[in-house]
């Protein structure tokens, strides 16, 4: 099969060459190798013999169909053309993909608005390498690709783009970008972008905002914090910051004065302030930290340092302005400059233009409140002198009046005390005389009670002796008759009870010998029978009932036809004799299953 030429005008000769075309100077044309698919070049077929009417040089629009015989087949051209000649078969990679690369350079030769989320930036040797998608609000992402910026186009662009948004490019970021797909067989398909459009972007970030403050105020909490009441006095803050910032470093220069003087207790608690995630990663530091220290504490301090618009952008989160909302606590926020405002700054109750603001806010409270507590103090010791000097004043005169009354008091005492101390001796000794007498005659009765008692139990107790005696030895009698006879009752019934069984013993050895006799004699019996059964089953009996023992030629016994074979000499033993045999046929007899 020859190769097929093609018609290439000069201006399509690289085009061709990227397909597989190749040059044959005696021919001066351009030619499609043999083996390979011709339906690439049908914009340059060529019949073999160069004929005009089998040239196919005009594009071929999308949708159409065209046919035109080349080489004895026909080529069938269109968006999905096919080769029907014999010749295309199949074609490579590189052709493919160079094709691909022609319908998207003729599809676009300009570039097009696009809008795209930043996922990734990476720049080398001047250039700006972004990973662009597009996701839904589910963060299902809808499409990707990769996209740069030329270093002659980035030095035009990106100043712009910086001074209208306040910072770079960054992930996370929205774009407006004007690009152009491009597609080269060797690095695939990119976009070439020339274009930014800052509006878009920072219009983007204030239709975020407008988003989070729509929903916080149709839940009812936007206003939350702020109808929080501001501490009378901080003596306790949480400060959220990211670590080592500059606008912290400012902060603690006069919180480090205030903790120095025991005046106030800062904690700190860091994290990111911008990058994907640094939202969260601030909402969780927040919560953690609120669980840890959350008694006596007076207010949330929210600090960073100034920025572009981008990196503040991070702030402007949803979940995170939620927390601010419907903390407990109220929330003093300083983040970047004066014209840099985030959501968290409509939320808080109360927001500082920086980091430094915050501290000298929360430390002109301090001072209002010490200089209140001064001119308290004061008023207090003023007001605690004069009340002094009345006090001493009242008690000197009530002292005075005191003492006076007290020497008339103890004076009536002294003659109160004296007649009652008279009274209360003579009172004593008449008692003492009545108790004396009493005595004497409550002794005389005892002892005249005793004799008295003494007597009757002389008389009484011989007489109660001598019936004991009798009663105690009446009772050893009767038990001394009671055991004898007891005694030869139990004896009486141990001679009845042994008579017994002896008797019972005797019977019971009588029936198990006579038992042992009888099967003695009935075991005998039965052994003698099958003795005589025995015996009387030897091979002469079995011989005599009509069966037979086989043998070989060498005597042994023959118990299958496995051991017979046709033409050996067998030896039929009967009850009577011998006969000898020849084996003719071996036949087995069929299984018990197959009959």
């Keep these: 099969m020859s190769a097929t030429y093609l018609d290439v005008p000069f201006r399509e000769k690289d085009q061709a060459k990227a397909l597989g075309a190749r040059w044959d100077p005696a021919a001066r044309k351009w030619y499609v190798p043999q083996g390979k698919d011709l339906a690439p070049f049908s914009a340059w077929l060529a019949a073999a013999d160069g004929s005009e009417n089998n040239k196919v040089t005009s594009p071929i629009l999308p949708g159409s169909v065209q046919t035109a015989p080349v080489a004895g087949g026909l080529v069938v051209a269109g968006v999905e053309s096919v080769a029907l000649s014999a010749t295309a078969s199949r074609q490579s990679l590189s052709q493919l993909l160079a094709g691909v690369a022609h319908a998207v350079a003729q599809a676009f030769s300009t570039g097009v608005w696009i809008t795209a989320e930043v996922v990734q930036v990476q720049m080398r040797n001047g250039h700006v390498y972004l990973e662009l998608s597009e996701r839904t609000p589910e963060g299902v992402v809808l499409a990707s690709a990769r996209g740069m910026i030329w270093s002659s186009t980035a030095q035009r662009i990106l100043p712009v783009f910086e001074a209208a948004t306040g910072g770079g490019l960054a992930p996370g970021m929205k774009l407006l970008i004007r690009a152009r797909p491009v597609f080269k067989p060797q690095y695939g398909f990119s976009l070439e972008i020339d274009a930014i459009d800052p509006d878009y972007t920072l219009g983007e970030l204030e239709a975020r905002k407008r988003e989070i403050r729509s929903r916080l105020m149709q839940e009812g909490i936007f206003a939350a914090n702020k109808a929080l009441p501001l501490p009378w006095d901080y003596t306790c803050v949480l400060v959220v910051a990211p670590q080592g910032a500059a606008g912290l470093g400012d902060f603690q220069a006069e919180a480090n004065r205030l903790e120095q003087f025991a005046l106030c207790r800062f904690i700190y608690v860091h994290s990111r302030f911008q990058g994907e995630g640094a939202a969260g990663e601030i909402r969780r530091a927040l919560e953690n930290a609120l669980e840890q220290h959350k008694a006596g504490l007076d207010a949330v301090v929210i600090i960073r340092g100034g920025g572009a618009a981008g990196d503040l952008a991070w702030l402007n989160d949803y979940e995170l302005a939620r927390t601010v909302c419907t903390l407990p606590y109220p929330v003093l926020t300083g983040i970047g400059h004066e014209r840099d405002s985030t959501v968290l700054d409509e939320v808080a109750n109360l927001r500082f233009d920086t980091p430094s603001k915050v501290i000298a806010g929360i430390e002109q409270v301090i001072r209002s409140r010490t200089q209140q507590a001064q001119a308290s103090f004061e008023q207090i010791a003023a007001l605690a002198g004069r009340t002094l000097k009345l006090a001493r004043d009242t008690v000197e005169s009530r002292l005075a009046a005191v003492r006076s009354g007290a020497g008339v008091q103890l004076a009536q005492a002294r003659e109160i005390t004296s007649d009652t101390f008279h009274a209360l001796r003579l009172q004593a000794g008449r008692t003492v005389q009545n108790a004396r007498q009493e005595t004497r005659s409550l002794l005389t009765e005892v002892r005249h009670n005793a004799t008295l008692t003494h007597s009757v139990a002389q008389r009484e107790v011989p007489a109660l002796f001598s019936e004991i005696n009798a009663e105690a030895q009446s009772a050893i009698t009767l038990a001394r008759t009671l ?47 099958l003795f005589r059964e025995i015996a009387g089953q030897g091979p002469e009996k079995t011989l005599g009932r009509g069966f037979a023992v086989v043998r070989s030629g060498d005597g042994r016994p023959v118990t299958s036809v496995g051991q017979v074979h046709e033409g050996n000499t067998l030896s039929i033993q009967l009850h009577d004799g011998r006969v000898a045999v020849h084996a003719l046929k071996a036949d087995p007899l069929p299984d018990k299953a197959e009959s």
């Design 483 to 529: 055991t004898q006879t007891r005694l030869q009752a139990v004896q009486d019934r141990a001679r009845l009870d042994v008579r017994h069984g002896r008797a019972l013993i005797d019977t019971c050895f009588g029936q198990v010998v006579q038992s042992s006799r009888q099967g003695v004699e009935n075991a005998r019996a039965v052994s003698t029978a």
